[in-house]
């Protein structure tokens, strides 16, 4: 069955360092998601990005995050500059269709700044 | 913007009993689409259950079905003859029609199942 993938699984990085979150969402899905979860928290929406081009952002997605989906298949999440609250699970998930489509969610990448 | 709410962080059922979490969200649009999501230990979130607002009948699938309330905005999940693999935390969440692709999810609900 066709999954959602990221890595790393989990990356330790120290304040200040650019962090680059890799994902391969399902192949035939055209919408792509970043949330993430701060530990014990809500899952929160970050951005997503249709048509090559992002299509909303929330207010945590500020100019320190960036995404790409640079080959066609992956979809990255960089975050420029870490801060030790960027700490998070951070998910990708991918959809087929705008409206009705369920999310696809990949496993997670655990980011620890410290 | 649209709030989703869960007010159970915490939930416990005997084996094979059955089990309802709640859920309840607010927004003003008419057509929209409620998911619960079950979050394993692995930590990948799986789709359990959907409802489409447009549709009166609750939807079911298997040993899992929702009490979908639209007057009340109360979207319901009930687990029956519940399993030690339901143990998980479950998220509500909302996608809306007009309101862009993002998913708006609950603070989630632990389960815990007691063999």
């Known amino acids: 069955e066709p999954e959602v993938t990221q890595t790393p699984s989990h990356q330790v990085t120290q304040m200040g360092q650019e962090v680059i979150l890799h994902c391969v969402p399902i192949?035939?899905?055209?919408?792509f998601y970043w949330y993430r979860q701060i530990l014990g928290q809500k899952v929160e929406f970050l951005v997503s990005?249709?048509?090559?081009?992002?299509?909303?952002k929330s207010e945590i997605f500020d100019d320190q995050f960036s995404v790409e989906r640079p080959d066609g298949s992956n979809f990255t999440l960089k975050i420029r500059s870490t801060k030790l609250e960027d700490s998070a699970m951070y998910f990708c998930a991918s959809a087929k269709g705008s409206r009705t489509g369920e999310l696809f969610f990949g496993e997670g990448s655990r980011l620890t700044v410290l | 913007a649209q709030t989703v709410t869960q007010s159970q962080p915490e939930m416990s059922v005997q084996e094979a009993e059955t089990v309802t979490l709640s859920c309840t969200y607010d927004t003003s649009e008419s057509d929209y689409y409620l998911f619960w999501y079950k979050q394993p230990p692995s930590r990948q979130m799986i789709l359990v259950i959907r409802q489409e607002a447009y549709k009166q009948q609750n939807a079911t699938e298997n040993r899992f079905s929702v009490n979908f309330q639209k007057a009340a905005k109360s979207f319901s999940l009930k687990i029956s003859d519940s399993q030690l693999g339901d143990a998980a935390m479950y998220f509500c969440a909302y996608r809306g029609t007009n309101t862009g692709n993002q998913f708006y999810f609950g603070t989630g609900t632990s389960l815990t199942v007691i063999p």
């Open positions: 192949s035939n899905h055209l919408y």
């Open positions: 990005f249709y048509n090559n081009e992002i299509s909303e």
